[in-house]
């Protein structure tokens, strides 16, 4: 079956624009979650869904991030009034449904975004 | 809060020989651990997982790791490797349903 689809997968922009990064999850999963990775670095958590709504949302760097995922499948990475420093790799992945208190569902990552703001 | 350690950014080998890569935690409860993979211009990929029960764990192409409670460590090794393990090797820990990763470990195999 189809695994965890990102698109684009290169995008690059100007400072200060504005830049949606797409995720479309395997098929029946409910959790979705939301990485990024700098060079160098192992991939850092930023948001994770459960269905529809945002269960944690504790990793968004700053005001200028925001996610949705509205019907519970395709969920949407927004970038607002862009940095450099935001610069990276951003990974989706997804996982059968996700549990508070301890999760042993394997996570399933997509290829990524790659983000570069000139 | 829960934090992983990769102590080694690049590690060298020879086909064939054995290799070890290791990986340390830190965390005030009991945790889920996973080391992933990821191959040149492919997404992560599930290597493992240590849930409970016993401490070694195998999964695929080969790899096995050994969670070892009392010094927080959760090292992965192959027997014996093949040019196609160069690949980024990442350890994590689970918490809730969030992962926290490591900065990651290259593992470059020459012939």
């Known amino acids: 079956g189809a695994g965890v689809s990102q698109t684009p997968s290169n995008k690059v922009t100007e400072k200060g624009k504005y830049v949606e990064l797409r995720c479309d999850p395997i098929?029946?999963?409910?959790?979705l979650y939301w990485y990024r990775q700098s060079l160098g670095q192992g991939p850092e958590f930023l948001i994770y869904?459960?269905?529809?709504?945002?269960?944690?949302d504790s990793g968004l760097p700053n005001d200028r991030f925001f996610a949705v995922r509205p019907e519970g499948s395709v969920s949407t990475l927004k970038i607002q009034r862009t940095e450099r420093g935001d610069s990276a790799v951003y990974l989706c992945?997804?996982?059968?449904?996700?549990?508070?208190?301890?999760?042993?569902?394997?996570?399933?990552f997509g290829p990524g975004t790659r983000l570069t703001v000139l | 809060a829960q934090s992983v350690t990769q102590l080694d950014s690049q590690v060298p080998v020879f086909e064939e020989a054995p290799v070890e890569l290791r990986c340390n935690y830190s965390s005030s409860v009991s945790v889920y651990l996973f080391w992933y993979v990821q191959y040149p211009n492919q997404g992560l990929q599930l290597l493992l997982k240590y849930l409970s029960g016993s401490t070694l764990v195998k999964g695929i192409n080969g790899f096995e790791a050994e969670f070892n409670k009392s010094q927080t460590s959760f090292h992965l090794r192959k027997p014996s490797v093949h040019i196609s393990d160069t690949a980024e090797y990442f350890c994590a820990v689970s918490l809730y349903s969030t992962l926290t990763f490591g900065k990651g470990t290259m593992l470059l195999v020459s012939p």
């Open positions: 098929s029946g999963h409910t959790a």
């Open positions: 869904f459960q269905g529809t709504g945002a269960a944690d």
């Open positions: 992945a997804s996982s059968l449904r996700g549990e508070r208190g301890g999760s042993t569902d394997t996570q399933y």
